[in-house]
């Protein structure tokens, strides 16, 4: 059984800035175990309220051994909790524990290849002593004196590759074994996971799918929900869910902001009167977006403008409906991680989502977010269970702000109907070629 009452999180990723981040904690879901990210800033409040049974830490772009790099209350070395560091984790970790790391001498990137030294649970079934392995490496500062109680497990050509401290259960890898350039990498998380912190495997979509659906008839009780549709799999499967729950409350506005697919409008139109009975608004708003969206270039500006403009629509719409006390929104896990900073963190927020941050007060809604703490795979398989067509749950990623951020530069009327055009011809050949769903996202950019 899932527990999903924000008090028991079986693993906790520190985030340090890392780029691969999100790829720890899908490597921890493909297992079969929940785990959420954190901050390193309130980690000690965050162990408290969670109560995770594992720790990793992630990598990042400072050096451990720098004035104002992140770091972690020392209190987490003394919590009996197995902790995992990764490259800039096994990094923190060593220099927090009086080790010591310095600049090294020949940046490791890329491939590289670990001998492994020591037997260790985390290698078992993988790795055998003085056993090879390719891994991928990223960093400028190596680990030169290993903290006491710990022993060197693994080196790489240049520097020392992973670490141990078997009596307390805390473990470095210097390699990123979260990316699958690491050969074994996934197998190195199975085994912290399931062998050494001992967490059962217990995430699963279907048990997802049944409390998501108790949630939201406990949170809305008699009133109505709005969802934001826009046709792609994130507010299908969101609108799916929720018409599942409370069916005739559900009320779908689709707002059609001119930056759609060719013909998506249609499409989405056709689906939802086929696959739910929720009641669908049509709003047409392509003139409104295309007027504000004038002179505009920046990506990051356009982003805000369509987002402003989408809760306005919604606002305008809201009113019109009695007992509409909720939104929906399909906002998933990664966007809630890309529009957060770290902070301490040298890395800028990856991008903003219009779809995270709350809604105005004069909105008068309430959120509801069934997806906010799945990825995009995940919430393929949750579709699947709401019996969702493929062409549906199969899409490839769509942005919210649509072609808007496909057309570097101002947008115009004519530009938009030339790339809804080649990208219609693009799409329909990978289909007519097979080649749809071998690719994770295919889609054609207007370049100035």
């Not at 105005?360 to 949750?382: A, C, G, Q, W, Y």
Request: with cysteine; net charge positive; proline share 4%.
């Amino acid at each position: 059984m899932i527990k999903k009452n924000k008090r028991n999180v079986p693993v906790l990723v520190i985030d340090f800035g890392s780029q691969t981040t999100q790829l720890i904690l899908r490597r921890i879901r493909e297992i079969g175990v929940y785990c959420e990210v954190v901050s390193h800033d309130n980690i000690i409040d965050r162990i408290k309220e969670f109560r995770p049974k594992a720790i990793i830490f992630s990598g990042g772009p400072s050096s451990a051994f720098g004035k104002f790099s992140p770091k972690v209350d020392k209190k987490v070395f003394q919590s009996n909790i197995p902790i995992l560091g990764i490259c800039y984790g096994m990094q923190i970790i060593c220099e927090q524990l009086n080790g010591k790391v310095k600049k090294t001498n020949k940046r490791e990137f890329g491939k590289a290849h670990i001998k492994v030294l020591k037997k260790c649970l985390l290698f078992k079934g993988n790795l055998k002593t003085l056993s090879k392995s390719q891994v991928w490496m990223s960093h400028g500062d190596e680990v030169v004196n290993i903290p006491s109680g710990f022993e060197i497990i693994a080196k790489s050509e240049n520097n020392i590759a992973a670490i141990a401290d078997t009596k307390k259960h805390i473990y470095g890898l210097q390699f990123h074994p979260e990316v699958n350039h690491t050969l074994k990498g996934k197998e190195f998380i199975r085994n912290f996971i399931l062998n050494i912190s001992k967490i059962k495997q217990e995430w699963k979509i279907n048990n997802f799918l049944a409390e998501q659906i108790n949630i939201v008839k406990s949170k809305v009780g008699n009133n109505k929900v709005i969802c934001g549709l826009s046709g792609g799999v994130d507010s299908s499967v969101v609108a799916a869910l929720i018409n599942k729950a409370i069916q005739d409350q559900l009320i779908c506005i689709f707002v059609d902001h001119g930056l759609l697919r060719k013909d998506e409008e249609k499409e989405v139109m056709q689906n939802f009167k086929k696959y739910t009975n929720a009641k669908i608004i049509y709003v047409n708003a392509r003139k409104l977006f295309l007027k504000k969206l004038k002179g505009i270039k920046d990506p990051e500006k356009k982003r805000k403008i369509i987002g402003r403009e989408f809760i306005k629509v919604f606002e305008i719409e809201a009113k019109k409906i009695k007992n509409a006390k909720f939104l929906a929104q399909g906002t998933l896990y990664p966007d809630v991680i890309e529009s957060k900073k770290i902070e301490g963190s040298k890395q800028k927020i990856i991008k903003s989502h219009h779809n995270v941050g709350g809604l105005p007060k004069k909105l008068n809604l309430k959120l509801i977010e069934p997806l906010r703490e799945l990825f995009k795979d995940e919430v393929r398989s949750l579709g699947k269970e709401l019996n969702l067509p493929e062409d549906i749950i199969g899409r490839h990623p769509f942005p919210g702000p649509g072609l808007a951020i496909r057309i570097p530069g101002e947008i115009t009327s004519k530009k938009i109907n030339i790339l809804k055009n080649a990208d219609h011809i693009y799409i329909n050949e990978l289909r007519k070629y097979n080649l749809y769903k071998k690719i994770w996202q295919a889609f054609c950019v207007l370049l100035p």
